[in-house]
């Protein structure tokens, strides 16, 4: 199984503050179809995850535009510009590109 | 609005059997991929099972291979999991998520325990 490994996994930012979440892959995240399906998730505490970020750097709908997705082959990074009070929570990087779906142990953002 | 509704969790003691549903609204099911994700409490994301629009391809994690069963009713926008005998490991809330993972629902809570 393709392993992916989040740092830091405790982020503690200032307010209006940047902050960069890694996820590296053990494997090449590139599909045969030239894609690469490496998605992130916002976890809020007693939430639901939802997603932010689709294949590397694509926002959903409604996402701000202070998280940005970056990487490529197995290395990639998510991005909050400046952090805000209802971004705490934990992120999650998940990769589609090999079955089976695996997941990063998750990176809990809190505010310094 | 787009919706996904689990139900079906609760106690259950090991080697039982629970039967989860999702029910979806909003959007095209049919056309979708579904999956199942659970999350052990207090702990990360582990992806389960999926099956394609059609029922066509179906794919578990070794973890529930031959214990587990996905399956859905185009007719009725629902997705279902079958769950045989249960673990203490396999406690987690379940959700429900559409295609990879633009949506997802709230959560059902399955406890193995005697």
């Known amino acids: 199984d393709v392993v992916l490994t989040q740092s830091p996994l405790s982020l503690p930012v200032t307010l209006g503050q940047p902050a960069s979440i890694s996820c590296r892959s053990s494997h090449s995240l590139v599909h045969s179809d030239g894609k690469t399906y490496l998605n992130w998730f916002q976890q809020r505490p007693g939430q639901s995850p939802r997603r932010l970020i689709y294949?590397?750097?694509n926002r959903d709908s409604g996402v701000p535009d202070r998280f940005s997705g970056s990487g490529s082959g197995t290395d990639f990074t998510l991005s909050i510009s400046r952090l805000e009070a209802e971004d705490v929570g934990v992120y999650y990087c998940?990769?589609?590109?090999?079955?089976?779906?695996?997941f990063g142990q998750g990176t809990k953002v809190e505010i310094k | 609005e787009e919706q996904l509704v689990e139900s079906g969790g609760g106690l259950v003691q090991p080697g039982g059997s629970l039967r989860l549903s999702c029910a979806a609204s909003g959007f095209n099911f049919n056309i979708y991929n579904m999956n199942w994700v659970r999350q052990p409490p207090g702990k990360g994301l582990e992806w389960v099972s999926t099956?394609?629009?059609?029922?066509?391809?179906?794919l578990y994690a070794d973890s529930v291979k031959g214990r587990f069963t996905i399956s859905r009713d185009n007719a009725k926008n629902s997705l279902f999991l079958q769950m045989n005998t249960l673990r203490a490991e396999d406690t987690a809330v379940y959700y429900c998520?559409?295609?990879?993972?633009?949506?997802w629902g709230q959560g059902t809570l399955v406890t193995v325990s005697s």
């Open positions: 998940m990769q589609g590109t090999h079955w089976p779906w695996t």
């Open positions: 099956i394609t629009s059609s029922s066509k391809i179906i």
């Open positions: 294949k590397v750097s």
């Open positions: 998520a559409l295609g990879s993972g633009g949506l």
